[in-house]
């Protein structure tokens, strides 16, 4: 089945810097990715759709200059935190699709972000 | 607005069957799924219903009602480590996922 990679899976910074995760289909290609937050003891918030080769589309209320998402080729989709502040700490998790909706949307193990 | 609606626990002994209800109000309708989420790990996919009716995989199945807005996921046998979250997400007429809140499923021996 299809397989999404995600890295770093937990990384600890310091408030002011940034952060980049990635997030690659490994075994087909994904002109969308989706890139989603969660909360603790929450549901899934998308933050913004990765499409290859365009400029993402966000969700109301992300930063876009905060989140950049940047889609280099149809198997890498990547997610910079910039600036990073202490409130920017959650779990963030990338998806995409394989073929038909019957597939489901494959996620990537997530990437556990804390900002001190 | 668009609305899903899923209870936020449930309790069930190993061995046993449960049923995890969802309801949905949403614009336009392309399908349902539902995912299983462990602590700490990201969602893996469970079903996919389009269609009416119930769709089984093994130990789960899903059972869908576009009429009444309604689907329910049943496992049966639970195990210990069907302990988890179960999401439901629909899929509108802009073919964006829509997840409900998530169902905390708690399994005692």
């Known amino acids: 089945g299809a397989v999404v990679s995600q890295h770093p899976s937990r990384v600890i910074c310091k408030s002011g810097t940034s952060v980049k995760i990635e997030c690659r289909s490994l075994?087909?290609?994904?002109?969308?990715m989706f890139w989603y937050r969660q909360f603790p003891k929450k549901s899934l918030m998308l933050m913004a759709t990765?499409?290859?080769?365009?400029?993402?589309?966000?969700e109301q209320g992300v930063e876009k200059d905060k989140f950049l998402i940047n889609h280099a080729s149809l198997t890498l989709s990547t997610l910079t935190v910039t600036s990073a502040h202490p409130e920017d700490s959650s779990f963030y998790i990338c998806s995409a699709r394989e073929g038909q909706a019957d597939y489901g949307y494959t996620f990537g193990s997530g990437t556990r972000l804390t900002v001190v | 607005g668009q609305n899903i609606d899923q209870p936020t626990e449930m309790t069930a002994t190993e061995g046993a069957i449960v049923q995890i209800n969802c309801t949905y109000q949403t614009s336009g309708f392309n399908g349902l799924f539902w995912y299983q989420q462990h602590a700490g790990e990201a969602p893996t996919f469970l079903s996919y219903n389009v269609l009416d009716g119930l769709e089984e995989k093994g130990r789960f199945s899903s059972f869908l009602s576009r009429s009444k807005g309604y689907s329910y996921l049943l496992l049966k046998e639970l195990q210990m480590k069907d302990s988890a979250s179960y999401l439901c997400?629909?899929?509108?007429?802009?073919?964006?996922?829509?997840w409900g809140a998530g169902t905390k499923l708690i399994i005692k021996p």
């Open positions: 990765s499409n290859e080769g365009s400029k993402a589309t966000y």
């Open positions: 997400a629909v899929m509108d007429s802009n073919y964006q996922l829509i």
């Open positions: 075994d087909f290609q994904a002109t969308t």
